[in-house]
């Protein structure tokens, strides 16, 4: 099984890519890694939300494949603790016979299109972060699953 993860635009602040990066790498020591950056709309001004949410949602399932399992990084999805979300990656690794795909779609949410492909959506906080600092701490806390699986000291109860 491989973990993709797919990200609307690119992220912006290099200190905060420089550390995506350091955590991807280390999430590939564990497991089959990777991001595709879909490239940011053009000229989002004369575009409504459900417009946008639309186009980026066509640019989504261009990526997936047939057999994908998709979870979206949602508001509106399902919270864990750094523990529970150890046993979903656990598991899903066990189940999922192709890709794991998390999406982090663009500022507006998703499309219809894109929730209705999806099969799980998982929320990362109440709090609202940017998207820019939701891409590290998503990858941190995949990486942090792997290292509860594995029982390395990372991780503190």
Same mark, same amino acid.
Do not use: C, W
């Given at each position: 099984?491989?973990? @993709?993860?797919?990200?609307?635009?690119?992220?912006?602040?290099?200190?905060?890519?420089?550390?995506?990066?350091?955590?991807?790498?280390?999430?590939?020591?564990?497991?089959?890694?990777?991001?595709?950056?879909? *490239?940011?709309?053009?000229?989002?001004?004369?575009?409504?939300?459900?417009?946008?949410?639309?186009?980026?949602?066509?640019?989504?399932?261009?990526?997936?494949?047939?057999?994908?399992?998709?979870?979206?990084?949602?508001?509106?999805?399902?919270?864990?603790? @750094?523990?529970?979300?150890?046993?979903?990656?656990?598991?899903?690794?066990?189940?999922?016979?192709?890709?794991?795909?998390?999406?982090?779609?663009?500022?507006?949410?998703?499309? *219809?299109?894109?929730?209705?492909?999806?099969?799980?959506?998982?929320?990362? @906080?109440?709090?609202?972060?940017?998207?820019?600092?939701?891409?590290?701490?998503?990858?941190?806390?995949?990486?942090?699953?792997?290292?509860?699986?594995?029982?390395? *000291?990372?991780?503190?109860?």
């Amino acid at each position: 099984m491989k973990v @993709s993860l797919i990200l609307v635009g690119r992220t912006v602040n290099k200190h905060l890519a420089e550390l995506i990066d350091d955590y991807a790498s280390r999430v590939k020591h564990y497991v089959g890694f990777d991001i595709t950056v879909l *490239p940011e709309l053009k000229n989002t001004k004369s575009l409504s939300a459900d417009q946008q949410k639309q186009q980026e949602g066509e640019l989504i399932l261009r990526q997936l494949q047939q057999g994908d399992h998709v979870v979206l990084l949602d508001e509106h999805g399902k919270e864990m603790r @750094s523990i529970e979300f150890s046993r979903y990656m656990e598991k899903k690794m066990q189940s999922v016979s192709k890709r794991l795909v998390f999406v982090i779609g663009g500022p507006y949410g998703f499309s *219809p299109d894109v929730y209705a492909r999806a099969n799980d959506k998982l929320s990362l @906080s109440q709090m609202t972060f940017s998207h820019q600092m939701i891409r590290l701490i998503f990858v941190e806390q995949l990486y942090r699953a792997m290292t509860i699986m594995r029982g390395e *000291p990372y991780h503190h109860e």
